[in-house]
């Protein structure tokens, strides 16, 4: 048996800590001893329990403002590694919180606080939802009360969609492994133009797969815009977060992701209507420029005031018969919309206005005391919408 | 099924072009009732199209239970890595 030198078996022990998926990504709960704090900001102290000690580290650039003391008692992620120089094994933490919070809530924020440096919550990256969309994704429980309720309000809001429902386990931890399995599938589906990922309400432990990383970056990565209904309003999971749109519910997320037939109507009725009074201005413009030559034709030559008479009667019947055409047209429309009397606001858009609205609960803003840096609202323009952040 | 040049996406964006066109003005007379002709005749179908519509849904068929299988075997080496007593 040849001799290693000793670079080359601590070399290869550090190899295979590194490489092994559980010691990179690991949460310790332990007691603080020995802490100190070098001139560069690299804390250094134990982790320890009554059987065993574990050498740790953060470095200046993991949580920079955090300062630790002897005797806290600490959640801590972090990756094992060994020290080369002193053969130490050392314990890279890049996370830490108090015990207290408990390790769903420390690997709620450490999962947080990754992914939003990472940038996929940015609102930058979210994208605006299909204004009438025929093919609706759905990933939830086949047999939870949430598909119920997104049903319903799909049936009365916009029943012109067909919806896949992409069935998954939403309940605890095996929910994430369903949840990107249902999600991949559905990213595979033709003509999909949005998706919703929904639950009913639930405790912490209940809505834990929507805290996981992997269902995040499925949802990051779904080839169309996709939009939560986690829980109830209080709650904020990590697929909230990474959504291109957050509904605080499973049926506000099928409001959100479709227009309401009922104003789809309404609008129709008001084009209709300013298309029956556009062309009734052009008619009436036309007669009037034929009435002026008509006039000058009779001043100018007597002889041909018959001729005048004629053009003039046939033009007046002409506009009556449009008259009388565009008012039954209008009768139409106007009984589906008797109490719309304003313009049809996409006209107005089309000017260079929008429509600003809070992306949470699409209020309308309509003074600047109704927002805040760091707000984000929604900026719908002519041929679709955006969503931007107050600074 | 609409065809796909036929959605009411698409129908309602011609619609919203041709009442914009009509709005903006200073057509000649012929063009302008021909524009309201046809958008009137728009209006008529998305309205139709509107009142016929049931909503459908489709499940797809997944392997929750194949999914299932990999977190099992996942999480039982975790717990063999990390089996104390």
Same mark, same amino acid.
């Given at each position: 048996?040849?001799?290693?030198?000793?670079?080359?078996?601590?070399?290869?022990?550090?190899?295979?800590?590194?490489?092994?998926?559980?010691?990179?990504?690991?949460?310790?709960?332990?007691?603080?001893?020995?802490?100190?704090?070098?001139?560069?900001?690299?804390?250094?102290?134990?982790?320890?329990?009554?059987?065993?000690?574990?050498?740790?580290?953060?470095?200046?650039?993991?949580?920079?403002?955090?300062?630790?003391?002897?005797?806290?008692?600490?959640?801590?992620?972090?990756?094992?590694?060994?020290?080369?120089?002193?053969?130490?094994?050392?314990?890279?933490?890049?996370?830490?919180?108090?015990?207290?919070?408990?390790?769903?809530?420390?690997?709620?924020?450490?999962?947080?606080?990754?992914?939003?440096?990472?940038?996929?919550?940015?609102?930058?990256?979210?994208?605006?939802?299909?204004?009438?969309?025929?093919?609706?994704?759905?990933?939830?429980?086949?047999?939870?009360?949430?598909?119920?309720?997104?049903?319903?309000?799909?049936?009365?809001?916009?029943?012109?969609?067909?919806?896949?429902?992409?069935?998954?386990?939403?309940?605890?931890?095996?929910?994430?492994?369903?949840?990107?399995?249902?999600?991949?599938?559905?990213?595979?589906?033709?003509?999909?133009?949005?998706?919703?990922?929904?639950?009913?309400?639930?405790?912490?432990?209940?809505?834990?797969?929507?805290?996981?990383?992997?269902?995040?970056?499925?949802?990051?990565?779904?080839?169309?815009?996709?939009?939560?209904?986690?829980?109830?309003?209080?709650?904020?999971?990590?697929?909230?977060?990474?959504?291109?749109?957050?509904?605080?519910?499973?049926?506000?997320?099928?409001?959100?992701?479709?227009?309401?037939?009922?104003?789809?109507?309404?609008?129709?009725?008001?084009?209709?209507?300013?298309? =029956?009074?556009?062309?009734? &201005?052009?008619?009436?413009?036309?007669? #009037? +420029? !034929?009435?002026?030559?008509? *006039?000058? /034709?009779? @001043?100018? =030559?007597?002889?041909?005031? &018959?001729?005048?008479?004629?053009?003039? #009667? +046939? !033009?007046?019947?002409?506009? *009556?018969? /449009?008259? @009388?055409?565009?008012?039954?047209?209008?009768?139409?429309?106007?009984?589906?919309?008797?109490? !719309?009397?304003?313009?049809?606001?996409?006209?107005?858009?089309?000017?260079?206005?929008a429509i600003v609205q809070r992306a949470d609960s699409k209020k309308v803003i309509n003074s600047v005391r109704k927002v805040k840096p760091g707000d984000r609202l929604n900026v719908s323009?002519?041929?679709?919408?955006?969503?931007t952040e107050v600074s | 099924?609409?065809?796909?040049?036929?959605?009411?996406?698409?129908?309602?964006?011609?619609?919203?072009?041709?009442?914009?066109?009509?709005?903006?003005?200073?057509?000649?007379?012929?063009?302008?009732?021909?524009?309201?002709?046809?958008?009137?005749?728009?209006?008529?179908?998305?309205?139709?199209?509107?009142?016929?519509?049931?909503?459908?849904?489709?499940?797809?068929?997944?392997?929750?239970?194949?999914?299932?299988?990999?977190?099992?075997?996942?999480?039982?080496?975790?717990?063999?890595?990390?089996?104390?007593?």
């Amino acid at each position: 048996m040849q001799a290693l030198s000793v670079t080359a078996i601590v070399s290869f022990l550090r190899e295979v800590l590194e490489s092994n998926e559980i010691f990179s990504d690991l949460w310790v709960a332990g007691e603080v001893s020995n802490y100190s704090r070098s001139a560069a900001g690299h804390r250094y102290y134990s982790l320890k329990d009554p059987g065993a000690v574990l050498r740790s580290v953060m470095f200046n650039s993991a949580m920079p403002g955090m300062q630790l003391k002897d005797g806290d008692r600490v959640l801590a992620h972090g990756k094992i590694t060994i020290y080369p120089q002193r053969g130490d094994l050392q314990f890279v933490v890049d996370f830490v919180r108090p015990e207290g919070v408990g390790i769903l809530a420390a690997r709620y924020e450490e999962l947080k606080q990754r992914l939003g440096e990472e940038g996929l919550f940015d609102p930058g990256r979210k994208r605006p939802l299909p204004r009438f969309p025929r093919r609706i994704g759905l990933v939830t429980s086949p047999t939870g009360a949430a598909l119920q309720d997104i049903k319903n309000v799909l049936t009365r809001r916009w029943p012109m969609a067909e919806l896949v429902l992409a069935p998954a386990v939403v309940q605890g931890e095996q929910a994430a492994p369903t949840l990107v399995g249902a999600l991949r599938q559905l990213s595979r589906e033709p003509g999909l133009d949005v998706a919703i990922v929904a639950r009913g309400g639930g405790s912490i432990e209940d809505l834990w797969g929507f805290n996981d990383e992997r269902v995040a970056r499925a949802i990051f990565g779904f080839p169309v815009p996709v939009v939560s209904g986690v829980g109830h309003e209080t709650d904020e999971t990590i697929a909230d977060l990474v959504a291109d749109l957050r509904a605080p519910t499973p049926s506000a997320a099928a409001e959100r992701a479709t227009p309401d037939l009922l104003q789809v109507q309404r609008a129709l009725a008001v084009l209709g209507r300013a298309m =029956a009074s556009a062309s009734r &201005e052009t008619v009436g413009a036309r007669f #009037g +420029l !034929l009435e002026g030559s008509v *006039a000058r /034709l009779r @001043r100018g =030559a007597p002889s041909t005031s &018959e001729l005048a008479r004629d053009v003039r #009667g +046939l !033009l007046r019947e002409m506009q *009556a018969g /449009l008259e @009388r055409r565009s008012a039954t047209d209008r009768a139409r429309f106007e009984g589906v919309s008797a109490r !719309l009397t304003g313009l049809d606001p996409h006209a107005t858009l089309g000017r260079g206005f929008a429509i600003v609205q809070r992306a949470d609960s699409k209020k309308v803003i309509n003074s600047v005391r109704k927002v805040k840096p760091g707000d984000r609202l929604n900026v719908s323009v002519a041929d679709g919408a955006f969503w931007t952040e107050v600074s | 099924m609409a065809k796909a040049d036929e959605t009411f996406e698409v129908l309602y964006g011609q619609l919203e072009e041709k009442a914009r066109k009509l709005e903006q003005g200073n057509l000649p007379l012929e063009e302008s009732l021909k524009l309201y002709e046809e958008g009137a005749a728009l209006v008529d179908r998305l309205r139709t199209i509107l009142e016929g519509a049931e909503l459908r849904v489709k499940t797809l068929q997944t392997h929750l239970e194949q999914d299932l299988q990999e977190l099992r075997e996942v999480e039982s080496e975790y717990d063999e890595a990390f089996e104390e007593d």
